[in-house]
């Protein structure tokens, strides 16, 4: 198996980076390569897009892409593959240049100031990218928001100024506020104010499914899905 190199998460080896054999996500080197490539190709189709011809669709491939990258989301390789054949038979067609994938060594071995603000930039937006990804699917979505993918990706592939990355990674935080709020507004719309309620806490017997995170579309689909079949649901 290759040594691998993984920098993409909080959880990473001493702090510093995964590069062993596994990471401490168990994540495989493949996998952590396949998806550097993967994030190097959306800087490549954000570039494109800038003097091309995106579309909806290139909307939700950047989100789609940058949530497929996120830690421990997508772990198979093989779709992980098939979305970077995706971005690029999009860049092909929203600009007929040719433009290049980003090579994400590039930041990794940047100065250490650099590295550090592109890398609260690029996590913070795929951080974003899931929540504008599930806001999509409930119809929500905001130009602001969507655009600064693009602005980010675009600054990720060739800005090396510190202070404009810093006003980036301000910026970053600020449109993020925006895109909670975008998500917020997509659920409440469609399944109303929270309120607390009491739930049980015992585990039924039984097979079950265990669903952790935000998405509360899969989360009603999950449980239509499952109604009246003896599957017990649990998330937090």
Not at 37 to 48: F, P
């Amino acid at each position: 198996m290759k040594e691998m190199f993984c920098f993409q998460c909080q959880q990473t080896a001493h702090n510093v980076a995964c590069d062993g054999k596994v990471g401490v996500c168990g994540k495989k080197s493949d996998t952590a390569n396949f998806q550097d490539e993967l994030t190097g190709s959306l800087i490549g189709l954000a570039r494109a897009s800038k003097s091309g011809n995106p579309t909806d669709k290139t909307d939700v491939l950047i989100l789609k892409g940058l949530f497929t990258t996120i830690t421990n989301v997508n772990f198979n390789d093989v779709t992980i593959k098939k979305m970077k054949t995706e971005v690029e038979q999009e860049k092909g067609r929203v600009n007929a240049e040719k433009f290049e994938d980003y090579d994400m060594n590039m930041i990794w071995d940047a100065h250490e100031d650099i590295r550090s603000l592109k890398s609260l930039i690029l996590f913070g937006i795929k951080g974003m990218a899931a929540y504008a990804y599930h806001a999509q699917a409930l119809g929500k979505t905001d130009s602001e928001v969507t655009s600064f993918f693009y602005k980010a990706l675009r600054a990720i592939g060739s800005e090396n100024d510190p202070e404009k990355l810093l006003g980036l990674v301000l910026e970053t935080g600020n449109v993020n506020l925006k895109c909670m709020a975008l998500l917020d507004a997509a659920n409440t719309d469609a399944y109303g104010d929270p309120v607390p309620t009491e739930v049980p806490l015992t585990i039924e017997k039984g097979p079950f499914i265990v669903v952790s995170g935000h998405d509360l579309h899969d989360m009603k689909l999950l449980l239509e899905q499952t109604k009246d079949k003896g599957v017990n649901i649990y998330t937090h």
